[in-house]
C-alpha cells in the first residue's frame, strides 16, 4: 500500500450515459492538493456546488449508492469510487455536467484506463489511515448478510454472495493485495436477475441499462413472448438466451464475475468513510444498504477514536522530508537546528516534529534541577517548520534566508519535559506576497495544545 497521498497529473474526461437516469454526462477528473479528499461537482447546477464523497451525504440506495450536499445530488457513485479506492488516489474533483458517472461497460475499468493515461503523482503528505483497534461487525438477520471489519495492517476484501440461484450458485471473490484491483476486479461489469428487469423499469431505474453494460442472470424459463419485450427494452433488434443463462449469450470475464463485481461494490461504498483502511474486510451477502450502514458503524468508531485538533502522526510511517533533506533546505545547524522531521507538507501548511532528549544542550542551564524546555526555543522550532513551508515556495530555498519580522499573541500552554514529542504545525493565514509570510503555528504534545503563535516572517534571497 502507498504510504504517502497521492492525485493525478492532470485533467482526464470520460463520457458516457448514466445506467439508472439515462442522461448522458461528461466526467472530469482534476488534480487536488494533498488532503482535500475526494469531491464531486455539479458543474451543470449554478454554482457548481461541490459534494464530499462522505457516508453521511447519502441520501439513496435504490440500485445503487447516491450522495448529497448543498443542493446537489450524484447518483451511483460506487463505480467510479472503487476505481479511486483501487488505484490509491487520496485527493480528486470528480466534474460532472449530469447527474450520474457514465455507466461505461458496467465496471471500473475504463475509469481505471483514463486515470492510468493521464498518470498518477505522490504528494508530499502521509495517508491518514484509519487502522481498526478491535473488530466491528454489521448484522442484518432478514437478509442473512454480515460484514466484519478485523484488525490488520493492510487492506484485504473477501465477499461470499449466494443468491440461491442454480445459474449463480455461491460465489467467492477476494482481494489479497490492493494492486490486484486492476487487473482482478477493475473489469468486473454490475449484474441483475432477468426477474429484477421489470421491476426496476417500473421504478423509473436502469434508463440507461444496455446489455453492453449489464449482466443479466437469467434464473427462469423464459417465454418468446417476453424475449420480443426485453429486445424493445434494450433496443435491439433481438435477444436470446443460448447457455450458462446468461442473457443474449453474453461471455464472463471471469468465473464468479458477479461475486468479483459485489466486492467492487464494497470498495467504493467503503470509500465513504473518508479515509483509506488497513482493515480484513469479510462480507457475505453485501449489498449497498448494508454496506452503507456498515460504513456509518465504521466512521463513529473512526470519530471517537480521533481529535480533529491534533495533526495524526505515526512514527512508524517515513517522514515526508528527512533529517537530511531537511538539512538541504534551513541553514540551521547543531545546537539550534531543531526540527527532526517533516511528516506533512503542501501550498499552506507544513507539520514538523522534534524529540526532545534530556541531552538537549539548553537542559544544561535552563533549571538544570528541574530541565523544562524554554518556550523561545518551542517558538524557534515552530518558525524552522514554518520556515520549511515558506522555503518550499521557491525553487532554489538553499539560496534564501527567512527572517522573523514579528511574533504575535504567543501563549504557552503546558510545559514541555523531556522525552516529550512535539508536533509543529503552521499554516499560512494569507498568501505569500512580496516575500512576506504569515502562519499560524500550534505545538502539540500528545492530545494537548502546549504553544501557539502567530508568526511573521520576510524570504530574502542570500546576497542581495
Not at 451543470?44 to 440500485?63: F, K, M, T, W
Not at 494492486?179 to 434508463?207: A, G, P, V, Y
Request: aromatic letters at 6%.
Amino acid at each position: 500500500m502507498n504510504i504517502k497521498q497521492h492525485t493525478i497529473k492532470s485533467p482526464i474526461t470520460v463520457s458516457g450515459v448514466g445506467l439508472h437516469t439515462g442522461v448522458d454526462a461528461n466526467m472530469t477528473f482534476l488534480p487536488a492538493k494533498s488532503n482535500q479528499g475526494i469531491k464531486f461537482q455539479r458543474i451543470d447546477l449554478e454554482g457548481q456546488p461541490l459534494i464530499d464523497a462522505d457516508v453521511d451525504n447519502v441520501v439513496d440506495l435504490s440500485r445503487g449508492t447516491t450522495i448529497e450536499q448543498n443542493g446537489a445530488r450524484v447518483n451511483t457513485v460506487e463505480h467510479t469510487l472503487a476505481a479511486l479506492v483501487g488505484m490509491e488516489i487520496d485527493n480528486i474533483v470528480i466534474q460532472l455536467d449530469g447527474p450520474e458517472p457514465p455507466i461505461m461497460d458496467g465496471s471500473s475499468k475504463m475509469f481505471v484506463d483514463a486515470l492510468n493515461k493521464v498518470g498518477i503523482v505522490e504528494q508530499n503528505a502521509l495517508r491518514n489511515f484509519f487502522e481498526v483497534p478491535e473488530s466491528i461487525f454489521y448484522r442484518d438477520p432478514s437478509r442473512e448478510v454480515e460484514i466484519a471489519a478485523l484488525p490488520l495492517d493492510d487492506y484485504r476484501v473477501t465477499v461470499m454472495v449466494d443468491y440461491k440461484s442454480p445459474v449463480l450458485g455461491s460465489q467467492h471473490a477476494t482481494l489479497t493485495d490492493i494492486k490486484q484491483f486492476d487487473k482482478e476486479i477493475s473489469s468486473c461489469r454490475t449484474f441483475c436477475f432477468l426477474h429484477e428487469l421489470e421491476m426496476l423499469h417500473k421504478n423509473n431505474l436502469i434508463k440507461g441499462g444496455d446489455l453492453n453494460n449489464a449482466i443479466v442472470v437469467v434464473d427462469r424459463v423464459v417465454e418468446d413472448h417476453e424475449l420480443e419485450n426485453l429486445a424493445k427494452l434494450f433496443n435491439k433488434p433481438k435477444v436470446e438466451v443460448k447457455k450458462e443463462g446468461i442473457l443474449n449469450n453474453v461471455e464472463l470475464r471471469y468465473k464468479h464475475e458477479p461475486a468479483r463485481h459485489k466486492l467492487l461494490d464494497l470498495m467504493g461504498d467503503l470509500a465513504l468513510a473518508g479515509r483509506p483502511l488497513k482493515a480484513q474486510i469479510l462480507a457475505a451477502r453485501p449489498g449497498h444498504a448494508a454496506n452503507i450502514a456498515f460504513v456509518k458503524k465504521l466512521k463513529r468508531q473512526m470519530q471517537s477514536s480521533e481529535n480533529n485538533n491534533v495533526p495524526n502522526y505515526d512514527p512508524k510511517l517515513p517522514p515526508v522530508l528527512d533529517i537530511i533533506q531537511i538539512s538541504n533546505i534551513l541553514p540551521h545547524r547543531y545546537p539550534f537546528q531543531l526540527i527532526d522531521k517533516i511528516i506533512y507538507l503542501d501550498d499552506s501548511k507544513v507539520t514538523g516534529v522534534k524529540n526532545v532528549s534530556i541531552n538537549e544542550p539548553f537542559f544544561q542551564g535552563h533549571f538544570p534541577g528541574n530541565p523544562v524546555m524554554p518556550g523561545v526555543l518551542q517558538l524557534e522550532a515552530m518558525a524552522q517548520t514554518g520556515g520549511i513551508l515558506v522555503l518550499s515556495s521557491v525553487p532554489d530555498p538553499e539560496n534564501y534566508w527567512t527572517y522573523f519580522l514579528g511574533i504575535e499573541q504567543a501563549k504557552f500552554r503546558k510545559m514541555v519535559l523531556p522525552g516529550d514529542t512535539i508536533i509543529f504545525q503552521c499554516e499560512l493565514l494569507v498568501p505569500i506576497k512580496r516575500g512576506i509570510a504569515k502562519m499560524g503555528g500550534k505545538a502539540y504534545v500528545g492530545n494537548n495544545l502546549v504553544c501557539e503563535a502567530i508568526m511573521t516572517a520576510s524570504i530574502v534571497k542570500k546576497n542581495s
